[in-house]
């Protein structure tokens, strides 16, 4: 099995080492930066671009692709239910557009689980795209 595209947890992502041993492992897309504890844009944008290793003075093959939404970061603690926390999704996803940018979305398996299936089944059966 062929992994090419992942994500590395925010505790264990450090800047350039897991982008070079990403890159020397064959992968082609990362998606480990973004903001710990609030959605939006840690790079100044959510399209992919080229990543750098300051250490080597080398650009790398490996691309990152911008997390810009975690649900780990917004529960429970910046939206008190699902219904709020979906409006500001879609804040965001309306500013994306304005700025043509995309928007990549991490769920946790537990998520679900842990009683927020609601706001989840939301995003998956509407076009966010639309807003």
């Known amino acids: 099995v062929s992994i090419?595209?992942?994500?590395?947890?925010?505790?264990?992502?450090?800047?350039?080492?897991?982008w070079q041993i990403w890159e020397n492992q064959g992968m082609i897309i990362d998606s480990s930066c973004g903001?710990?504890?609030?959605?939006?844009?840690?790079?100044?944008?959510?399209?992919?671009?080229s990543v750098y290793n300051i250490l080597s003075r080398q650009k790398l093959r490996l691309?990152?692709?911008?997390?810009?939404?975690?649900?780990?970061?917004?529960?429970?603690?910046?939206?008190?239910?699902?219904?709020?926390?979906?409006?500001?999704?879609?804040?965001l996803v309306y500013v994306a557009?304005?700025?043509?940018t995309d928007v990549t979305l991490?769920?946790?398996?537990?998520?679900?689980?842990?009683?927020h299936s609601g706001l989840y089944n939301n995003i998956l059966n509407q076009n966010i795209n639309s807003i």
């Open 35 to 49: 903001y710990a504890g609030k959605m939006g844009f840690r790079c100044g944008t959510g399209n992919c671009f």
């Open 4 to 18: 090419d595209i992942g994500r590395q947890h925010y505790l264990r992502f450090k800047v350039p080492h897991t």
């Open 63 to 91: 691309k990152e692709q911008p997390l810009i939404f975690m649900d780990s970061t917004q529960l429970p603690c910046n939206c008190s239910d699902d219904d709020q926390l979906e409006a500001e999704l879609h804040s």
């Open 106 to 115: 991490l769920f946790h398996n537990t998520y679900a689980a842990n009683g």
């Open 97 to 100: 557009k304005n700025i043509r």
